[in-house]
Structures are given as structure tokens and as C-alpha cells.
């Protein structure tokens, strides 16, 4: 998903969080809240690790249930910690390489042990190269996009069902997430029913469905650039097939075909943003009077939708009263109903 579709400011997820299964054994890394290591067939929240980039290159493993921080203490154990009790920060990091496919080694930074499963289940650190060293990472983050037919209706899945229809509303059931799955393809989940994936079945049905109940590479999808002629994308599952809408009925087709097989994908934020200073963190707001001041607060006042105007200019237009922020010659800011070029922003 990291090629520009059109989206100018994608709304990613942040940090990356994912499963981390043992090729060999297929089993995934699970931590309890005292912060005990184990392995398990299932995947819950007490297996979802967030990957944190260090400015080095290395990489930090936190759990998202406990927030236990894992690394290989210094007699070669497997163990977590919480990073203000533990001593060595550089004793937290890791060494993540992508090895062949679609597989990676995890390698302490300060010992250089290799993270391994044993055949017994149990997670460990060895100094030599092991058989059981390859981990799949399973990324449970992504982008969060609107699916947008021709006729501009959003796809969406329903609240409790999870069945697939054609909205009008663009809301969150109406959200995705695209998560890459290797091999340039996406798997795509629904942002408000996490488990519920969209899925093709070999008679070329289309649905969602939980993953513990039908192959991975049934989940897996290719989004490509439309063919010439045609705006957006097309999404083509694992055979082939090419996601489709006929008269408002969800489908798939053996083949391209034209407007039916072409989506667009817009931000899930709707391009709303807020405006933060990274030094203050303070948000920027308006009242209705025009007046431009911060904030600590992150409220409807300070939310700001983004749209994208000729030569690359942009317009800022307050969710809250429908005004423009905009400059004044003397430097300082406002917001009017009015759109002209003191209204216009150059983002870089």
C-alpha cells in the first residue's frame, strides 16, 4: 500500500502493531501481565506486539495488553521488563532482518542472540544459527482507507452481521484497513470489526469472515493501478478475481471490467486533521468569530479538514464554523468564510 493511489495524506496507523508466529511451529508469542513469555495457537490482544523504531535501526518490542517490553537479559533468557526499571536501555532493542519470502530473524542488538522456538513451544535465545530462527510477522496495523465505487458509494460492513453492502454513509463501518501481507499484497479488515476480513472463496464469493476460519491466502488481496483510462484502483484477490459492484450488488469478476472493477481509496480521517506544534504540542483552533488561537485541546474547534486546490495549493477549513484559516501580510493568522489566495497553503 506504500504507492500513491491519490491519497495526498494517508491515514496511517501508528505504532506499527503486529503477531509474531514461529515459522516452523506456527505459534505466536503471547506475554501474561506479570510478564511471563509463553506460546499459544491463538491470536488476542496479549499476542499483539507493537514494533517501535529506534533512530539506530533497531527496533523495540512492546506488548499491547501489559506493556511489557521484551529483550534477552544478560545470561541469554528470553524475559520482559518495563523499560524505566530496566537499566540498559540498548538491552531492550532488537534486530529485525528480513530474511528470504516473507520471513524475518529477530536478533538481540547488545548479545546478537537469535530469538527461537523450541520444538517444545518454549521461546528462547540461542548464539548459533537455528532452524526454528524464522518468524513470520503478521502486521495487525495498516492504512485505514474508504473503498469508493464509480457511483460513490463507500463499501461497508454491517454492524453486526458483518455482511457486505453499499453505502452511502462514510463512516466507521465504512473504514478498512489495508495490511501488508508480503509479496506486494494486503490483507483487508474492516476498522470497526478488527476480526471480520474481506474475503474470496475459490467459487469467487465475496464476503467477510474471521481468519481462524479459512485459509490466510483466501484474505489476501493485490491493489493495483487501474488500466489506462480508467481513475483509481483495481483490488484482485489471491486468484485472480477482480472485486466488482453490479447495480449495487457486491461481486466478483474473472476479468477487468471497466468502471464496475475500478475504486478509488480515500483517507479514513476524511482529511480531517489537527494542527500541532511538535515543540508545544499545541493544537490550533478557531472560534466563530475568526479568531485563531492553541490549544492543549483536541476538540471539534480544533479539527481542520484538508482540501487539495490547483497547483498543489491547499485549503484548511475548520470542521467547527466552515471557516478558512489564512494569513494576513503582517504574519499573523485568521479564518474567514471567504477562499481567496490568502486562504491557499503550500504544504511541504
Wanted: glycine share 8%; charged share 25%.
Amino acid at each position: 500500500m506504500r504507492k500513491n493511489y491519490g491519497i495526498s495524506f494517508p491515514c496511517l496507523e501508528a505504532p506499527l502493531r503486529c503477531y509474531i508466529s514461529n515459522l516452523n511451529q506456527d505459534k505466536r508469542i503471547g506475554c501474561n501481565k506479570e510478564g511471563g513469555i509463553f506460546s499459544t495457537d491463538h491470536r488476542q490482544e496479549w499476542e499483539e506486539w507493537y514494533i517501535l523504531a529506534d533512530d539506530d535501526g533497531s527496533y523495540e518490542l512492546k506488548n499491547c495488553a501489559h506493556n511489557k517490553f521484551l529483550h534477552i537479559n544478560h545470561g541469554g533468557h528470553i524475559h520482559t521488563s518495563d523499560s524505566s526499571s530496566y537499566g540498559d536501555e540498548d538491552a531492550l532493542k532488537w534486530k529485525i532482518r528480513k530474511s528470504e519470502g516473507c520471513t524475518y530473524t529477530l536478533n538481540g542488538l547488545i548479545s546478537d542472540r537469535h530469538l527461537v522456538m523450541d520444538d517444545d513451544g518454549n521461546v528462547c535465545a540461542t548464539k548459533d544459527p537455528d532452524i526454528n530462527q524464522e518468524w513470520h510477522i503478521e502486521f495487525i496495523s495498516g492504512e485505514l482507507c474508504f473503498i469508493s465505487s464509480s457511483e460513490s458509494r463507500q463499501l461497508s460492513c454491517h454492524p453486526w452481521s458483518g455482511k457486505l453492502s453499499m453505502s452511502q454513509n462514510s463512516k466507521g463501518w465504512e473504514v478498512w484497513r489495508f495490511m501488508e501481507a508480503g509479496d506486494g499484497r494486503v490483507r483487508i479488515s474492516n476498522w470497526t470489526h478488527k476480526d471480520k476480513m474481506l474475503y474470496c472463496g475459490t467459487d469467487g464469493i465475496i464476503s467477510t469472515t474471521d481468519t481462524r476460519d479459512v485459509p490466510m491466502d483466501l484474505c489476501k488481496w493485490e491493489v493495483q493501478r487501474a488500466p489506462h483510462g480508467f481513475h483509481g484502483v483495481t483490488i484482485r484477490s489471491f486468484h485472480g478475481k477482480y472485486l466488482s459492484v453490479t447495480s449495487g450488488n457486491i461481486c466478483t469478476q474473472d476479468s477487468f471490467t471497466g468502471q464496475h472493477s475500478t475504486w478509488q481509496l480515500g483517507a479514513g480521517n476524511s482529511k480531517h486533521f489537527f494542527l500541532s506544534s511538535l515543540s508545544r504540542d499545541k493544537r490550533i483552533g478557531s472560534t466563530k468569530n475568526g479568531e485563531v488561537s492553541t490549544t492543549h485541546n483536541r476538540k471539534d474547534q480544533e479539527i481542520w479538514q484538508l482540501s487539495k486546490l490547483d497547483n498543489d495549493d491547499f485549503a484548511l477549513r475548520s470542521e467547527k464554523h466552515g471557516k478558512y484559516l489564512g494569513s494576513c501580510p503582517n504574519g499573523t493568522v485568521h479564518a474567514t468564510q471567504h477562499l481567496t489566495d490568502s486562504e491557499k497553503w503550500h504544504i511541504e
